[in-house]
């Protein structure tokens, strides 16, 4: 607790620019709490120039880690001492961990989204075929983690063809994906020509903004042929907790979720690597429903 630091007080935190909206705070200070561990985690705003001295602060004060969120991900690859082969391959970083002075840099989005998955629906990947919506940095952390749990076939789809393009030839050339294959952006949902070419894939994570608060009212236009009972659908948005993009799919009878399950299950993962400690997972899952409570 904030009110109990002492001087043997161990500090995580998040870095980020802005970092003010950060529900990790919350949750992790509550877990902390719950487990009666003598750690607090802070927010610190950390501005582009400032990422080197920032990451040597969390040697030389002797942090025992930090989150790192937009827009140092990638940045800070270079700076720390090692890196796992998630965030190697992913190519960013979500946290670091301080092992002696020795900073590891891990990225745990990938499996905290697949822990989701698996707690929330009882999904398992491998065999599997998946659509994801999107190319940018969630939609590569989740592709990259579906291929290393054995995902069967992995189509992209990306407003930007190019983009998806790019996503697609990393993957085969970095995890040993026989092929990733590209598909149409929707734009008419109910186009016939595009629900051929869109699959009926086992699980489908839409990991762009559209539908994300204060827009509730836009969606991709995924054909509706596009899911199916039996399905797995995933909007990584957690505000508002039930996008219209996830409406659409439940109509048809897909479980869809949305991304707070992703999100509590990263925290979840950098929480054990700094401690040492298996998570209150439910404690810090209720600290998340409340932030999103007081901010929806």
Not at 18 to 40: C, I, Q, R, W, Y
Not at 84 to 99: F, H, Q, S
Not at 199 to 223: C, F, K, N, R
Request: glycine share 10%; charged share 15%; hydrophobic share 45%.
């Amino acid at each position: 607790m904030l009110t109990g630091i002492n001087g043997r007080t161990k500090v995580c935190g998040i870095y980020g620019c802005p970092v003010e909206h950060s529900f990790s705070p919350a949750m992790h200070n509550a877990a902390f709490d719950a487990l009666d561990l003598d750690f607090v985690y802070v927010p610190f705003l950390v501005e582009p120039s400032r990422l080197p001295a920032a990451v040597e602060a969390v040697r030389s004060l002797g942090l025992a880690g930090v989150n790192v969120t937009i827009p140092h991900k990638q940045a800070v690859l270079p700076l720390l001492d090692e890196i796992t082969e998630e965030a190697r391959l992913i190519g960013a970083v979500n946290t670091i961990v301080n092992n002696s002075g020795c900073l590891l840099g891990d990225n745990t989005d990938g499996r905290g989204f697949l822990r989701a998955l698996q707690e929330q629906a009882g999904f398992s990947p491998a065999g599997k075929t998946a659509l994801i919506m999107g190319a940018g940095g969630a939609a590569r952390a989740v592709s990259v983690q579906l291929v290393l749990a054995g995902i069967r076939k992995l189509f992209l789809s990306n407003r930007s063809r190019t983009r998806a393009e790019a996503l697609a030839s990393l993957l085969v050339k970095n995890t040993g994906l026989p092929v990733a294959e590209v598909v149409p952006w929707p734009v008419s949902g109910e186009n016939p020509d595009l629900s051929e070419e869109l699959p009926l894939a086992d699980l489908v994570v839409q990991t762009t903004p559209v539908g994300m608060h204060p827009d509730e009212g836009s969606t991709i236009p995924l054909p509706l042929s596009s899911f199916g009972p039996g399905q797995v659908v995933c909007d990584l948005i957690y505000n508002p907790p039930e996008t219209m993009f996830m409406k659409r799919a439940s109509q048809v009878g897909a479980t869809a979720l949305n991304g707070i399950g992703m999100l509590l299950y990263q925290g979840v993962l950098s929480f054990e690597q700094w401690t040492g400690k298996t998570a209150p997972v439910e404690v810090m899952r209720e600290s998340l429903l409340k932030c999103l409570h007081w901010r929806i």
